[in-house]
């Protein structure tokens, strides 16, 4: 089991104002890292993200609240907390080799071992050959890595990193993060979790593993999203954009209306997956008898994890397939559904669908109960469009039509664009 490193429980932040008044900017935020974590945090600008990432590094002190660090609480500088910040905070009368070391020596390691422990990771970030180099001698991107290399010198349990690659040159900054990615990815970097502020959405889901949001006026927690794609993350897959979707729809919500997990909304966000795509995955799984590897099935098929996917989360969702592990497994459903002939598929879907898919449903009951069971695309994209934007919104219909069509619940005309039951026209 992973230790907990950094637990906030409860923190408010808050400044005096006149007259006695105060103003409130982070308000009952409550959040766990545990090691192996890459946490992002995004918000609308500010929101108090850098306000919040000071208050937990020790920097500034909460007006309430705990935090807990390895279960004990501390309320001043943490020396096993380095920060990288946006404007590089470089010495320009230092080299980078010296640079690197200042951490170092504020914490009593001098002469060769500081030495030896810049030297390292300037070689990690890619400056080798320049440790002589003053800061007036390098671009910007070469100034942020001294900077990575400073934080990372001491070795310190959580990296903290302020937005540090929005005053960079586009190309620059993404060749950053994916050099960042790539070494968490190996292991290569010395601490234990990353914390990571930006207001950069696809950054975010490129980077972490988990992004928190905050609202604003005061800042609290509106949402936790997972964020399990493979690394290193391709940025024009399905998945990748439905995640930004995803948190770009909560940072554009109306706060009343953003639950705390996004995932636990009244809509589910339906896999991007056709019927016959997720009955062949089912077919494919059962001819396998036991439990698939999924890196195995995406060899088998000469398919990217990106591409399967979808159809895996589809199969899920409806319950006909479990993952555990990164495995596979039918459930007595799936197993049953590969069994049977076409109709017999058609009725155990429609019934799978109606139980665990909740825009088939409620496009059914809303059909069922009007009377002259049609009800026009316009009534669904409208209440679809309070969780999802605009385009995604068709998106979640198009699937449900494709699912909804199969299973033999209604009908689309595409000339009128109405949903219909069929066995009711005259």
Known sequence: MKDTILEVKNLSKAYPMRKGSFLTVLEDINLTVKEGDFLSILGPSGAGKSTLLRILAGLIEPTSGEILYFNKSFFSANPKISMVFQNF????????????????????????????????????????????????????????????????????????????????????????????????????????????????????????????????????????????????????????????????????????????????????????AKVGAIAGLIELAHSKEEAIDISDLTSDLGLEVDDLFPLIEASVFLGFAEVKEGEIRLTEEGKKFSRSDVLEKKVLFRDMA?????????????????????????????????????DEAWNQLEIAIDWGRYAELFAYDYDTGEFYIEDVQS
């Open 89 to 272: 905070a470089l010495f320009p009368w230092l080299t980078v080799l010296e640079n690197v070391e200042v951490g170092l020596k504020a914490l009593g390691v001098i002469g060769e071992s500081a030495r030896e422990k810049a030297i390292k990771v300037i070689d990690l970030v890619g400056l080798d050959g320049f440790e002589d180099a003053y800061p007036r001698e390098l671009s910007g991107g070469m100034k942020q890595r001294v900077g990575i290399a400073r934080a990372l010198a001491v070795e310190p349990d959580i990296l903290f990193m302020d937005e540090p690659f929005s005053a960079l040159d586009i190309l620059t900054a993404d060749n950053l993060r994916s050099e960042l990615s790539r070494l968490w990815l190996e292991g290569k970097l010395p601490i234990k979790s990353v914390i990571f502020v930006t207001h950069n959405i696809e950054e975010a889901v490129f980077l972490s593993d988990r992004a928190i949001i905050l609202s604003h006026n005061p800042a609290t927690i509106r949402a936790e999203i997972y964020i399990n794609i493979p690394r290193i993350r391709n940025k024009n897959s399905k998945e990748f954009k439905f995640l930004v979707d995803d948190i770009y729809t909560v940072l554009t919500k109306p706060k009343k209306d953003v639950p705390f997990m996004l995932r636990k909304e009244r809509y589910q966000f339906l896999p991007h």
């Open 354 to 390: 109606l139980k665990n898919i909740q825009l088939i449903k409620q496009i059914y009951q809303v059909l069922s109960t009007t009377e002259k069971k049609r009800m026009s695309e316009d009534f669904f994209i409208e209440i679809l469009e309070n969780h999802f934007t605009k």
